[in-house]
């Protein structure tokens, strides 16, 4: 299957990468058979990856990476590279590949350290591979001071050096940089296109397969969660249910201080096996004895790794409360297109109930401030706001209409 069935609903992209990934594979095939280089070609050394959550942008990257990679023989007859089943494109995928490297973080931002290590790998030749690909997944969480490593390695890339970076919108990155990318913008997918992946792909059934796309509005992964996640399925049902419990202030404070706990329940889970197995070999690494004492000189090693254990749980706790409150913004969504008496598709059918009764008891105007009220939310926990007080100033918010 060629790796540009991965790209759900993303025609106009994939077309661009079709056309880009040859002029690629004809730029290296004159280069090694010491021919003329094409004049025009839609091939260049950094691209920008742009588009909302769950529209594919990590995804469009890493296919675009395997296509670089590729070494079909199907190319010399015309074929697109990016077959999906040669060695090139199977590594590229799975995130082996000796020229493909993969960054994603689990902390709330990508420092100097980091990027100069990215920018000294850039400037190798390859190895085995037809490109030296680097794939930033989370461009935008790099600091300043990174932004500015990453920009001298943009502005001077080595020749067979290509950076595909992604990032929610161009506004999260350095103005310096991405004038020297190439931007694809991503859409959401089409809700079809979703649930079509899904009983294709993952075998899900139909019937659930367009529930969950309907409800996360084309968000690819929240969708597959959804459906293969018995837990996700809970808490975004108890999600759901939180405008119910805000009817007086006590509610409020009640419902904000459940959200949180179950976002760092969430976070412990995810982080305990984790954490633990990180522990117990940089303990080996560093020769623990017996009863894990470990050697003079390594309590450093030790703290650092807590410090980054520590962030990365904050992090996902932050994560999953924004998980939640995109939910809630879509359930109030709803409760505005009844009010309108909109024909837009209704995400949460489950809760149609609750819907028609919160539209009945109010006013579009209302729900307008109540959704407000919940981007207000987000940006807090963006600045670093105590998640308790953002979440409370939320919910007694939402009570007030």
């Not at 792909?201 to 969708?223: F, L, M, S």
């Not at 109030?332 to 009945?360: C, K, P, W």
């Amino acid at each position: 299957m060629p790796v540009w069935d991965d790209l759900v609903g993303q025609e106009k992209v994939s077309a661009q990468l079709e056309a880009a990934a040859r002029d690629a594979d004809a730029l290296v095939t004159a280069v090694a058979a010491r021919e003329p280089l094409p004049e025009a070609s839609k091939m260049t050394h950094a691209w920008l990856f742009t588009g909302p959550p769950g529209s594919g942008r990590s995804t469009a990257a890493r296919a675009f990476a395997a296509a670089l990679q590729c070494v079909s023989p199907d190319r010399a007859l015309g074929g697109v590279p990016g077959c999906g089943f040669c060695d090139g494109c199977h590594t590229s995928t799975v995130g082996t590949h000796a020229d493909v490297q993969i960054v994603r973080t689990d902390l709330l931002s990508i420092g100097v350290k980091e990027t100069r290590d990215l920018v000294r790998r850039a400037q190798l030749s390859p190895a085995v591979g037809r490109w030296q690909v680097i794939v930033l997944e989370d461009a935008d969480r790099l600091t300043e001071g990174a932004g500015n490593v990453l920009l001298k390695a943009v502005e001077e890339p080595a020749p067979r050096t290509v950076w595909l970076l992604c990032a929610p919108s161009i506004e999260d990155v350095l103005p310096t940089i991405r004038s020297r990318c190439r931007l694809l913008t991503l859409r959401t997918p089409p809700v079809e296109a979703v649930a079509d992946i899904l009983i294709r792909r993952d075998g899900i059934e139909p019937n659930v397969a367009h529930t969950v796309a309907r409800a996360t509005q084309g968000h690819i992964g929240r969708a597959r969660r959804l459906a293969t996640d018995a837990r996700a399925r809970e808490r975004r049902a108890a999600v759901l249910k939180l405008p119910l419990r805000v009817e007086d202030v006590g509610g409020c404070l009640k419902a904000a201080q459940e959200l949180i706990d179950s976002a760092s329940e969430d976070a412990k889970q995810l982080a305990e096996g984790v954490d633990v197995k990180e522990t117990e070999d940089l303990k080996q690494a560093m020769g623990a004895g017996q009863g894990g004492r470990m050697p003079r000189g390594t309590a450093g090693v030790m703290k650092e790794l807590e410090d980054r254990q520590k962030r990365r749980r904050t992090r996902t706790q932050r994560d999953t409360l924004d998980l939640a409150l995109i939910d809630l913004t879509g359930f109030y969504r709803d409760v505005l297109a009844l009010q309108l008496g909109s024909r837009l598709a209704i995400a949460n059918m489950e809760a149609e109930d609750t819907l028609e009764r919160l539209a009945r008891a109010g006013s579009p105007e209302s729900t307008l401030r109540r959704i407000d009220a919940i981007a207000a939310c987000r940006e807090a926990l963006d600045r670093n706001v105590a998640p308790l007080l953002a979440v409370e100033a939320m919910t007694l918010a939402l009570r007030a209409g």
